[in-house]
């Protein structure tokens, strides 16, 4: 795994995530609709992984098109919902032969408490009807929170759930995850999306509430206790 | 809370709850087809309890509909889905000034590994549509394994995520999970049923697959490292 791609990397997700790969020693490429703003947020995450890890990263800004070609396989996607399906229709004839990480979570429109999903099911199904059966999509990503993603002095809390109808894609996808010192699990077929995306804003509404003793929660897959 | 009524109660789950419940010094209705079974498992439940426990547990055997009656307020269902909506059709009358607590998984036929999801979007929502807004239903209790709930040497490994449309409802729910040791959140309105119904055959999928290092996977929200 040389490099990996991080569509909508100028949002807080992407930043997030960007860091964190970065810090594992892998090469990053932010894509935006603006090259230049892409650059300028590569240099703000060098300089800030620089300052706070003392880590050399490897993190360079360009076109949404751009950053997709420059691939080696993963293409992590993370713009908001909203913009989802026009982003993959646009880069669709891009991302033939490599995969296409899905991180999107389709949260309800003025309601982050909600989800509100795509016909076919959820939004990992929805990019992979969009793709086709040739371009794996893989759902992953969905329930870790960006402020713990940007918390650079913290372990990230949480285990991943990762779901698609290729194996070998998601075996890629939980590889690279486990480089970043958390652990992925194979959650199954694309179907499980609709389950793993829907907990995010279960996860929202217990930061939101006051219920919980934190703020960005996240989920552990859990062993009896004493094993 | 002075009793519970189990539905259902002497399939391994509802068994591994009575006998929670029990310990935790709550009054134990078991709800079967066959009075005679139910009163048979009560006593096998109780005798158990003693042995293992030492807990003088309070546990008794009816038929669905007398332990529906005897119910104080909550009554748990815990059936195969197969038989969810006809008992739930035939014990309707009964659960007027109730609390209907739905822990139905609608499990694929022939395949734990998948959900098949009534058209109401979960069978949460579908119980509190077939009865009717003044009967609140929550789902709760989904994703703890029976081997967890039975085996009275551990504590319960993992939270429990509680939904429904009716606050107070949920709150009483809550108050009960909470004595039996273990963590209960408010997981929002009963649509959140459509992902916590479907996280039981993802942690199947994970405790059939050899890729966990334990065999009955429940799910925890995570607060941040350090916190």
């Given at each position: ?81 909203s ?24 949260l309800a429109p003025g309601n982050p408490k909600a989800?509100q ?84 804003p ?26």
């Amino acid at each position: 795994m040389n490099n990996v791609a991080i569509i909508g990397g100028t949002g807080p997700q992407g930043k997030g995530l960007a860091q964190r790969l970065a810090m594992a020693g892998i090469s990053v490429i932010l894509g935006s609709r603006d090259a230049q703003k892409a650059q300028a947020c590569a240099d703000e995450l060098i300089a800030n992984l620089k300052e706070k890890n003392g880590t050399e990263a490897d993190i360079m800004g360009l076109s949404m098109e751009d950053a997709t070609k420059a691939a080696a396989d993963l293409v992590i996607l993370s713009v908001p919902y909203s913009g989802h399906d026009d982003t993959l229709t646009t880069l669709a004839p891009l991302l033939v032969g490599k995969t296409l990480v899905d991180i999107v979570v389709p949260l309800a429109p003025g309601n982050p408490k909600a989800v509100q999903m795509p016909e076919e099911g959820s939004v990992t199904e929805a990019a992979q009807a969009l793709l086709g059966e040739a371009i794996p999509v893989v759902g992953a990503l969905h329930n870790v929170s960006a402020v713990t993603l940007n918390d650079l002095s913290r372990p990230i809390n949480c285990d991943i759930l990762v779901c698609g109808n290729d194996l070998a894609a998601k075996k890629r996808v939980m590889a690279l995850i486990d480089t970043m010192g958390t652990k992925a699990y194979n959650a199954g077929l694309a179907e499980s999306a609709r389950c793993i995306e829907a907990l995010t804003p279960i996860l929202i509404r217990l930061n939101i509430s006051k219920e919980v003793p934190f703020s960005h929660a996240g989920v552990r897959i859990c062993p009896p206790e004493g094993h």
